[in-house]
Structures are given as C-alpha cells and as structure tokens.
C-alpha cells in the first residue's frame, strides 16, 4: 500500500485502461462456439438434440440478463417462451404463415410486448412479491390457452407443423442439420446484442440496480423504466427461443408455460453461474446433457440423477461451474505472484 | 437570492408517531449548516423527507425556488440535491471506479445508451478517477468496494456525491463508524467542499459541528427547537439541557 502510493500515475493509467478494455473480445469466449460448431460434425445424428440445448442456452441468457444483471427474480420467464412459441405455432397452424425468420420477429415482438406490460406492473415490486407476480402471469397466460382451447389446440397442442425452408433455399432435414445451424446462427446474433447491452453504460446501470437500489435513487437512476426496458429485451429473446423451440420440433403445447420450464431455466443458469454470459452456456449444455445420459441410463430415476447433481453444485459450486472455474483461474494467478 | 434549499411547515408521521412536526429549513447557496440533535429527533427522517426517500404529509420542498415535493428522488438527485448515507449504499460487488462510473453516467445521462461500451467514453473514466484522486482513493480504484476497510468505504460514499456535481449536499453523519484515528480525513474532505455547494451536515461530534458550520439546527422530538449560529447554539442554556448536557460536550455517538 504505502509502496503503491508513490505511483500515482501508472495506478490512474491501470484503473483508466483496465475499464477502457474490458469489453474487448477475449480468446477464450471463441470456446464454446468452436465446441458448438465441432458437435455439428462429431454428433451428426444428435442434432435435434443439439439444437434443444441451444434453444435453452438462448433462453437461459434472457434469463441472465435480468436475473444475473439486473437482479430481477423471477419465475414466470416461461411466460415470454411460451409466448414466442405459440407465436409462430398459431401463426403456422390458423395463419399459414410459415417463413421461419419473419416467425422469429413476430415471436420477439409479441413477447417483447407482454413483456413491457407485465413488466411496467409488476417491477414496482421485489422479492418473494416479484417471484409470486411473474409465477401468476406464466399460470394466467397457461390458462388463457386452456380456456381458448380451440384456438391454441389446449394440452393437445398444435401437432405437426411444418415450415417453410430457410431463405427459401433450405429445407428441413431428417436429423436436423439445417436447423442445428440455424438455432447457432441465432443464437450468435442474439448473443452479440446480449454482449453489447451488458458492457454499455446501461448495462452497468443494471449491475447498480442489483448492487444497490437505494443508491440507484440517489444518484438519479430512473429504476424502473431500467428495469421495464431490460425485462422487455429478455422477454423478446425469450420469446425467440421459444419460437426456435416450436420451429425445430413442429410442435408446440400449453407445457411451455408449465412452472417445470420456468424453474429448469433458472437452475440451468444458477448452475453454470449467473452474471457471466456464459453461465447460460454451460449451465445449459451440462444440464440437458446429464438429463439426456441419466435417462437412458434409468428411465425411471433419472430425475434422482439431476438432483445429486444439484446438491452437489450447490455444496461445492454456490457460484456456478464458472464461479469454481474463476475460483482456481484467481488461486493460480495468486500462486504465480508469490 | 432564492436559497438552494427551503423546507417549509414539513410534516411526517409514522402511525400515531409524528416524526417531523412543521419543520422550516434554508439554505442558502453554498450554505455550511448543521443539523444536530439527541437520537431519534427525527434527523434522517428529515433527510429522506428533503430526497424524496419518504414523502410528507405536508408542507414542501423548495429547489431554487422550484417545488419539488412531488418528484421522485431520481428526479430530485438530477436537479442537484445529492446525499450520503448514514450506513453505507454503495455496490459492493463493484469497483470503486465502476461506483463512480455509473455515477457519472446516470447524472449524464449516459446510462441510457444500450450500445457503446461503457468503457469507450474517456472523458467519463476521468472525471471518475479525478474524484478518486482528490480522496486520495485511486490506488483502490480497481478493489471491490467490499474489500475495502469502512473508513475508506465512506470516502466512497462522499466521492459519489461529489461526483453528481450537486448544488445541495445533505451529509448524513459522514464519519459515522469510523475510527477516530482516521475521522479527521473525512472531515477534512467536508472541510474543503466546493464553497458554492450548499451543505447541511448531520454530525454528533460537537468539535466537528462548531468548526465547519455557520448556522445550526438543533432538532428535538421531530420538531425545530432553536435555530442559530454556533457561538449562539453554544450559550443557548436550554439547548445545553437538552442535548449538549445530556450527551457531554463531544456528544458520545452511537448507532
């Protein structure tokens, strides 16, 4: 300290530089796109598998947006799936409106829009008050099908749509191929505007809100339109991954809005670490691929499989995988220094 | 001169329990006023009535000249009235330069940009860092203000009052939980505030109050109970009963 207070300058240019560069690529977040593209051609025949699991990355990275940035709980984010994914499911089945990429926009607008309203009513309130209000909606918006059940097709569904090929030139293949890139194509686009927004002056604006409220209000932050226009932003990425959900397996029911959903998500997230970006991503993948392995190995207990998986985050990963991972990445820097 | 701060006939009470009873304030600008009186007087509440924090029943809050006593405190905080907290608000999990970043920010306005890096502004990481500087905090610039020792931790909450560029600061009990040994460096901080800001301090060290403020204001039971200069505070024989008596002449603060 005393040895430090010499150097004025260079800790001023350190603390200058460090804030300037932090929203610079690094190399390692080329990682989980290379694993992403290296699947496509090691698991050929798993691609509808894997287009799952990108499905739930995308979902579970709207998720980190408002709860690992900007300290929103929730469990309704089923609520804007869902919404997407009956988006261009009706669209397809009353409409015939079958073009996948205008489907995406139709589904992030209308979750974008039940977003904005939900969200302007119930971020007036936190805790375990925001946890009941979203768990509501998602029930509300559930019930809402189930009562319309001739329009939405109810717990039946809407079975067998089909989609127009990609850009008019791609059509849907047997094992998903098409459709595996097409998620990661999305998922990529969609995971660049996250990137963007978390490293913008309004992204650290969220950060501040899930610091410390009180002081957000002293400083001049309008909380609440804050939290309206990021819960808006998650609900429309979650409302294209549920459309890229009901794209790649040509169906969608009433179970997207089911609270399983909303609650798998937010363990998927917590597990691989929330906050990170990148949490979404291996949270995720680990997840549905253990739940994927644990049940076939025993269809009746797999689900006994997830938990001792969870039990064992929670004791030795309280942070996520990703948190463990920081965790040693800090005590080897430490170890170099001494 | 409109002053910077007047309260008028200001009322608030929790449940039967009148906290705040017709409380008049001024002041003027680049005003150097304290706000003193036993606990439970009704001092913080007065504070988060003027922010905002809470709302009154009656009366009202004047911001050169301009009524704000139906604004909210964001509203309040970006017309100038800044504040620091009796027990430290700060983001914890955050650096102190990002503490004072996001400051910047939201009193430019820059916080609603969704796209340019935060870090690609210059002029902003500066102008933090000059903050830093004249704390004499910049070597912990890139610490989480959670490692940091308390005394430093309210260093930070005065750096980002500074940093909203206010025309009244409301100073609630800086040194507060801050060894003795290093109180005198906040202190000396407040001492040298900008001369066009206009101040009022809460502060229970009587050393503290008689050497920096020009007018006082001893609250007692929620309501005024005198108002004067210090020399006239001093020999006030009621206020010496009510509160310089009953606590000692440097006024053994707790909580």
């Known amino acids: 300290m005393a040895a430090s207070k010499t150097t004025g300058a260079p800790a001023r240019e350190r603390a200058a530089n460090y804030l300037a560069k932090r929203h610079r690529f690094r190399l390692a977040e080329a990682l989980p796109w290379l694993i992403a593209i290296a699947v496509f051609f090691i698991f050929p025949t798993r691609m509808t598998f894997g287009s799952q699991v990108l499905v739930m990355v995308m979902f579970a990275l709207s998720l980190d947006l408002i709860l690992g940035y900007a300290g929103i709980v929730t469990l309704g984010h089923a609520a804007f799936f869902g919404v997407g994914a009956y988006t261009v499911g009706l669209a397809a089945a009353r409409l015939e409106w079958t073009e996948p990429i205008s489907g995406l926009f139709a589904a992030a607008i209308a979750a974008g829009l039940v977003g904005f309203i939900t969200g302007w009513f119930l971020l007036r309130y936190r805790g375990l008050t925001l946890l009941m209000l979203t768990l509501a909606t998602a029930i509300l918006l559930q019930e809402t099908g189930n009562l319309r059940s001739d329009i939405s097709g109810g717990y039946d569904g809407l079975p067998g749509l089909t989609f127009k090929p990609l850009l008019g030139m791609f059509d849907y293949d047997l094992y998903g191929h098409t459709y595996y890139l097409y998620v990661l194509a999305v998922l990529a686009v969609v995971f660049y505007l996250v990137r963007r927004i978390v490293y913008s002056p309004f992204g650290q604006a969220l950060t501040g809100i899930r610091e410390n409220v009180r002081r957000m209000h002293a400083i001049g932050s309008p909380v609440h339109r804050r939290l309206v226009t990021v819960y808006t932003i998650a609900a429309a990425i979650a409302g294209v991954a549920g459309a890229l959900f009901t794209q790649t397996n040509a169906y969608v029911t009433l179970t997207v809005f089911d609270f399983d959903n909303s609650a798998k998500v937010m363990v998927m997230l917590i597990l691989g670490g929330t906050g990170r970006l990148y949490g979404a991503f291996v949270g995720a993948a680990i997840y549905m691929v253990l739940e994927d392995y644990f049940s076939k190995l025993s269809p009746t207990f797999w689900q006994f499989g997830i938990g001792l998986m969870l039990v064992l985050a929670v004791l030795f990963a309280p942070r996520g995988i990703l948190g463990v991972f920081e965790r040693f990445g800090n005590y080897l820097s430490e170890r170099k220094r001494s | ?255």
């Not at chain 2, 002053?3 to 009873?21: C, D, H, I, N, Y």
């Not at chain 2, 309040?76 to 990002?98: D, H, S």
């Not at chain 2, 906040?186 to 060290?205: F, G, M, S, T």
């Not at chain 2, 310089?244 to 909580?255: A, D, M």
């Open chain 2, 1 to 255: 001169m409109t002053a910077a701060l007047q309260v008028e006939k200001l009322k608030r009470s929790f449940g039967a329990l009148p906290v705040t009873r017709d409380v008049d304030l001024t002041l003027e600008r680049g005003a150097r006023c304290a706000l003193i009186g036993p606990n439970g007087a009704g001092k913080t509440t007065l504070v988060n009535l003027i922010t905002g924090a809470l709302k009154p029943q009656s009366g009202r809050v004047l911001l050169n000249g301009e009524d704000i006593t139906a604004s909210s405190q964001a509203e309040r905080a970006r017309r100038g009235l800044a504040r620091t907290f009796q027990i430290n608000q700060l983001f914890r999990g955050l650096t102190v330069l990002e503490n004072l970043c996001m400051t910047v920010g939201e009193r430019d306005g820059d916080c609603n940009n969704l796209w340019r890096a935060a870090g690609s502004k210059r002029g902003v990481i500066d102008e933090a860092i000059g903050y830093l500087e004249s704390l004499r905090l910049t070597d912990d610039a890139l610490k989480l203000v959670r490692e940091l020792p308390y005394g430093r931790q309210r260093l930070v909450e005065i750096a980002i009052a500074l940093a909203q560029k206010p025309r009244v600061l409301l100073l609630d009990e800086p040194a507060a939980g801050v060894p003795s040994s290093e109180s005198h460096l906040i202190l000396d901080v407040v001492a040298a505030l900008d001369p066009d800001i206009a101040v009022l301090i809460i502060e229970h060290d009587m050393d503290v109050v008689f050497r920096f403020a020009k007018e006082i204001t001893v609250l007692v039971q929620g309501a005024v109970f005198t108002q004067g200069t210090p020399a006239e505070i001093m020999n006030n024989e009621q206020v010496r009963a009510v509160y310089l008596g009953q606590e000692g002449h440097r006024g053994g603060h707790h909580g």
